[in-house]
């Protein structure tokens, strides 16, 4: 089955420490998203890419940093300068990132902080 | 700038009954698209329906249409028959048609009674 596999499902990071969340998509999908949700909150963009090789800053891309080196894969990193990273990671995949596609989430990843 | 409005943080309905979300949005650009999410406990998000700006008729999926008021800049959701597999959060994005970049709102979570 296509779909969107997020990993870890939960993850601890310690002070000072970078972590990275994974994203991978077998749906040949060219754009893929990362987005934030806090508690009772709605989902806020944190980095996107349209297409292998480049992506843009969202939202609240701060203190997060993402590569995309193959069409698959959208990884995102949460580094020691993201002050306040418990939340609930979402990625997302679109068809591209220029039509009017409903996006396709995977299932998330919970960080918290030790 | 575009903006998605939830007034609704929670909401009760009869098993069996019909239950309305509310959704406006605002934006000057005449081509875009409106969404509607499901968000189980578990945390996925699941796409439940999709309104073009441009289309004359309300979208419809199975239990689930969008009321689609485009004058008054609303896109309400109606659920008939609540079922007890309904309770979620539920929220309502918008995405410009040149360009996939959705904006969520802040969600609705509703909560069906046996």
């Known amino acids: 089955d296509g779909g969107i596999t997020q990993s870890p499902k939960y993850l601890f990071r310690k002070e000072g420490q970078n972590v990275t969340l994974s994203c991978e998509q077998n749906l040949n999908h060219d754009a893929m998203y990362w987005y934030r949700q806090d508690p009772g909150q709605g989902l806020r963009l944190i980095y996107y890419s349209q297409i292998v090789n480049d992506f843009q800053k969202g939202d609240i891309a701060e203190g997060y940093s993402v590569s995309r080196e193959k069409k698959e894969s959208f990884p995102l990193t949460v580094t020691s300068a993201q002050k306040n990273p418990t939340a609930f990671y979402l990625c997302?995949?679109?068809?591209?990132?220029?039509?009017?596609?409903?996006?396709?989430f995977g299932d998330g990843t919970r960080l918290s902080i030790l | 700038a575009q903006k998605i409005t939830q007034t609704q943080p929670g909401m009760f309905v009869q098993e069996k009954e019909a239950v309305t979300l509310d959704c406006t949005y605002d934006t000057s650009d005449p081509s875009y698209g409106l969404f509607w999410y499901k968000q189980p406990s578990s945390g996925e998000m699941i796409f439940l329906i999709y309104q073009g700006s441009y289309d004359q008729q309300n979208a419809t999926e199975g239990r689930y249409s969008l009321n689609f008021q485009k004058a008054r800049k609303s896109a309400n959701l109606v659920i008939s028959a609540s079922q007890l597999g309904d309770s979620a959060m539920y929220f309502c994005?918008?995405?410009?048609?040149?360009?996939?970049?959705?904006?969520f709102g802040s969600g609705t979570k509703l909560n069906v009674k046996p």
């Open positions: 997302a995949s679109s068809i591209d990132g220029y039509s009017n596609q409903p996006q396709h």
């Open positions: 994005a918008m995405t410009l048609y040149n360009f996939n970049k959705f904006y």
